[in-house]
């Protein structure tokens, strides 16, 4: 029999004491550079980056797993009273479950509801398909390729239309604090008996 645990998660805004916990996950990040450049190779320069991204208008969005750590980050850098880039990141052992997904829909929510942007775009490199994929399903539509050898595409979603100002959003209601829990993981229990190969389950 296999044992299962529930992950939970909060997705939320970010905090100045969330810094440090930020910076442990960007450490820990891989593979780090590859995402037009980001996230930066060495402590210091994410040190310097986490500083120019949590400071200014930027909203920042994190989520948090239970047992405290970071692993999950988004960002509105606002550019005009209605127009914000946005950029995500997830740790490596949480991509594919659906979180990126559910912290994108937080932030056009909160963009939207919270800070009435009109717009909210990106540029991704045209081979991430989870990223591509993920912004498509959520609306973004590619304004034009960009980047050598057209590398990467330049994204864009309008927000802000008369059904998302509404109270009750139907689209992306996800409000914040918003509390998230995965299905249960299987893990291998010890009276699994081991596979041919002698490796556990
Ligand atoms: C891109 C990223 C934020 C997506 O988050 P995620 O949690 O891995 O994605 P989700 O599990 O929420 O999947 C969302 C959608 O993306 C698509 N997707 C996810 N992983 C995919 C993969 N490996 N291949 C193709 N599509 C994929 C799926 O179509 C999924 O759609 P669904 O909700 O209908 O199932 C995350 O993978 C990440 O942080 N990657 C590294 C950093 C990065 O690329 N940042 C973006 C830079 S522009």
Redesign the pocket.
């Known amino acids: 029999m296999a044992v299962r645990h529930p992950e939970e998660f909060i997705i939320r805004l970010a905090t100045p004491d969330d810094v440090p916990r930020l910076l442990q996950m960007y450490v820990d990040f891989e593979p780090k550079v590859?995402?037009?450049g980001?996230p930066p190779p060495t402590k210091e320069k994410i040190e310097q980056w986490l500083t120019s991204l949590t400071g200014g208008g930027n909203v920042n969005f994190v989520i948090e797993a239970a047992d405290g750590r970071i692993i999950?980050h988004a960002v509105l850098c606002r550019e005009a009273s209605d127009r914000a880039e946005v950029?995500?990141?997830?740790?490596?052992e949480?991509?594919?479950?659906?979180?990126?997904?559910?912290?994108?829909e937080a932030v056009i929510h909160f963009g939207c509801h919270c800070l009435h942007l009109r717009k909210i775009w990106?540029?991704?490199?045209t081979l991430?398909?989870?990223?591509?994929?993920?912004?498509r399903?959520l609306g973004f539509v590619t304004l034009h390729d960009i980047g050598d050898l057209s590398s990467e595409l330049l994204m864009e979603r309008s927000v802000g239309c008369p059904v998302c100002r509404q109270e009750e959003c139907p689209v992306f209601d996800k409000r914040l604090p918003l509390r998230i829990t995965l299905p249960p993981a299987e893990e291998p229990s010890q009276s699994d008996p081991p596979s041919e190969d002698g490796r556990p389950r």
Not at 87 to 92: G, P, S, V, W
Not at 122 to 125: A, Y
Not at 128 to 135: F, Q, T, W
């Open positions: 590859e995402f037009q980001l999950g950029a995500i990141f997830l740790h490596q949480f991509r594919g479950k659906g979180l990126g997904r559910k912290l994108m990106l540029s991704v490199q991430n398909l989870p990223a591509v994929e993920l912004y399903k």
